[in-house]
């Protein structure tokens, strides 16, 4: 069965231009997460769906990120405009409530802003 | 809010050593626990979790954690490291609304 799936693995930009980052979780699982990570610190949730339904957004700066996850399935995380200390990596990660598993983690897309 | 704290940041042993690493957290309620390891240039791997049941709960690579409610612990313990335990490890707590928090974690270096 594969795991979670991210694209871009690495991204370089500009600051000031848009980036996209891409995740497909696990087969059934309606839990997504998406998380940020700064080098030598834990992961910072972002935000988390149920299904198609994002249901803690809280910590998502939303002046310049945006999220979604059309039809409960994949899910886009979106920065516009990126600025310099956006550099980090994002992390998504699915599960499946229901079953009450743990959350399993992508790669992650290690993002530059230069 | 709820919060995971990892008091030790790095730590460096020699293999054989006895490892444990240190993890709290500040949510009343139920909680779900979890140890994740990420080996150099890999994913989050789940390591251990607690749901409910004997407290001590063993995981892989010779890893295991002790849940103790009365002080909102949940460490990491391994009797004898070895070298290709080198990485960073990451306490999570996830609370009743499937919130899950992760602790800053702590590098851990394994001399031969």
């Known amino acids: 069965e594969a795991g979670v799936v991210q694209s871009p693995r690495y991204k370089i930009i500009e600051k000031k231009q848009p980036v996209a980052f891409w995740c497909n979780p696990i087969?059934?699982?309606?839990?997504l997460y998406w998380y940020l990570q700064n080098l030598g610190q834990g992961p910072e949730l972002l935000i988390r769906y149920e299904n198609e339904e994002a249901v803690d957004d809280s910590q998502l700066p939303k002046d310049r990120f945006s999220a979604e996850r059309l039809k409960g399935v994949d899910s886009t995380l979106k920065i516009q405009p990126a600025e310099l200390g956006d550099s980090a990596v994002y992390l998504c990660?699915?599960?499946?409530?229901?079953?009450?598993?743990?959350?399993?983690f992508g790669q992650g897309t290690r993002l530059t802003v230069v | 809010a709820q919060s995971v704290s990892q008091h030790n940041h790095h730590v460096i042993l020699s293999e054989a050593a006895s490892l444990e690493l240190g993890c709290n957290y500040s949510?009343?309620?139920?909680?779900?626990l979890f140890w994740y390891v990420q080996y150099p240039g890999q994913h989050l791997q789940l390591l251990l979790k607690y749901f409910s049941g004997d407290p001590l709960v063993k995981g892989i690579k010779g890893f295991e954690a002790e849940f103790i409610k009365s002080k909102f612990s949940f460490n990491l313990r391994k009797p004898s490291v070895q070298w290709s335990d080198t990485a960073e490890y990451f306490c999570?707590?996830?609370?009743?609304?499937?919130?899950?928090?992760f602790g800053t974690g702590t590098r851990l270096q394994v001399f031969p």
């Open positions: 999570a707590v996830r609370d009743n609304t499937d919130k899950l928090i």
């Open positions: 087969s059934g699982h309606n839990t």
């Open positions: 990660a699915s599960g499946d409530r229901a079953a009450n598993t743990e959350a399993f």
């Open positions: 949510y009343g309620g139920t909680v779900n």
